[in-house]
């Protein structure tokens, strides 16, 4: 690791924070940093205290215990919260928000008052090329698509140049298809800026898209703190082993220190997987662990299969009454229907176990 990221200090730092509402504690006891310069995302199923704990960072929601900290300096504690307004931290929230009586410009000039009218103008330009809207200054709101008007938006909050910009489900609202346009664009833009940013989805596609690190929540709890190719490859717990990807666990007993037992057959992976013989282990298979081979000695019974457009996936129940599933590219669909068998392969590299 590079000594000189090492020794920088974190740009937003959270210790043991809890958050609650009277006696119910929504975020529990939760820590992270991110570094100047980093995305970061919380990601989870709703109701998990994502949103709740971006409210705290911003200073709407009084933290019960642990501190937050911008750049050293602690914003919020128990019994005391900087107000909103002096964090230097912008948002861009779900609903986009922009004041429809006002021009594009205008709405981007609104949190930079304070400045020269020379240097409100150069801001605005330079954010408008920034986002490639140089000329919708004199436009309204309504005249934008969703898309536009979420990068005016951005924009807008861009503007003050916060040191943090915090982003609560900001592509939601939008059609799959814009959204794989405009996360790109936006992670583009806040890199250019190079403004740290904490985005709330519970997308997981999006979360890869976007984020140098995902914090995986459940319960008010962040379960990992990763990139996302240890969050996939490497789950710290079951829950993010199952929440990341499209997966089933099947039983299975280890046999040594590298191979396991399953109802699909004998495993063997690279490296050791840490449980003594005769543990009883849950196996993560990925969809894409899993082959169609005509020649495979084990089968599954069709369930339920779904179209995709390029593949076809299919729910099987194995031998052993657990399901697992299976992806088949739909020019190679042998026409199966629900109730019959499909032969199986498991191609599994790293195992990736949870004792029983």
């Not at 194995?318 to 399901?323: A, F, I, Y």
Request: aromatic content about 6%.
């Amino acid at each position: 690791m590079n000594l000189a990221k090492q020794l920088t200090p974190p740009l937003l730092e959270l210790k043991n924070i809890s958050v609650g509402y009277g006696k119910k504690i929504i975020v529990k006891d939760v820590s992270l940093n991110i570094a100047p310069g980093e995305i970061g995302c919380l990601l989870g199923p709703s109701g998990c205290g994502k949103s709740t704990l971006l409210r705290a960072i911003a200073g709407f929601e009084p933290v019960l215990a642990g501190t937050i900290a911008l750049f050293k300096q602690v914003i919020s504690k128990t019994n005391n919260t900087l107000a909103p307004e002096h964090r230097n931290i912008g948002m861009v929230f779900q609903d986009i928000s922009l004041f429809p009586h006002l021009s594009i410009e205008d709405n981007i000039c609104f949190g930079i008052k304070h400045l020269s009218r020379q240097q409100r103008q150069t801001r605005v330009k330079q954010l408008l090329e920034l986002v490639e809207l140089s000329d919708s200054a004199k436009s309204y709101p309504h005249q934008l698509s969703g898309g536009q008007q979420q990068r005016i938006a951005l924009a807008r909050a861009l503007a003050p140049k916060p040191k943090l910009i915090l982003l609560d489900e900001p592509f939601s609202g939008l059609d799959a298809k814009l959204r794989e346009t405009l996360v790109p664009q936006v992670k583009a833009i806040l890199k250019q800026e190079k403004v740290s940013a904490l985005i709330v989805s519970h997308d997981q596609a999006e979360a890869f898209a976007i984020a140098d690190k995902i914090a995986v929540m459940h319960q008010g709890e962040i379960h990992q703190w990763d990139d996302a190719y240890n969050s996939y490859h490497h789950p710290a717990t079951k829950f993010v082993a199952n929440f990341i990807g499209t997966s089933k666990f099947i039983p299975a007993t280890t046999v040594c220190e590298h191979c396991i037992e399953t109802s699909l057959g004998r495993i063997e992976s690279k490296e050791p997987h840490g449980f003594i013989a005769g543990t009883r282990v849950d196996l993560l298979v990925r969809i894409d662990d899993v082959t169609h081979d005509s020649s495979a000695n084990y089968c599954g019974t069709v369930t339920k299969k779904d179209f995709h457009g390029s593949s076809y996936t299919y729910e099987l129940i194995l031998s052993d009454g657990v399901t697992i599933l299976c992806s088949v590219p739909a020019k190679y669909d042998m026409k199966h229907t629900i109730g019959d068998e499909l032969q199986l392969k498991l191609n599994i590299e790293n195992l990736v176990l949870f004792e029983r």
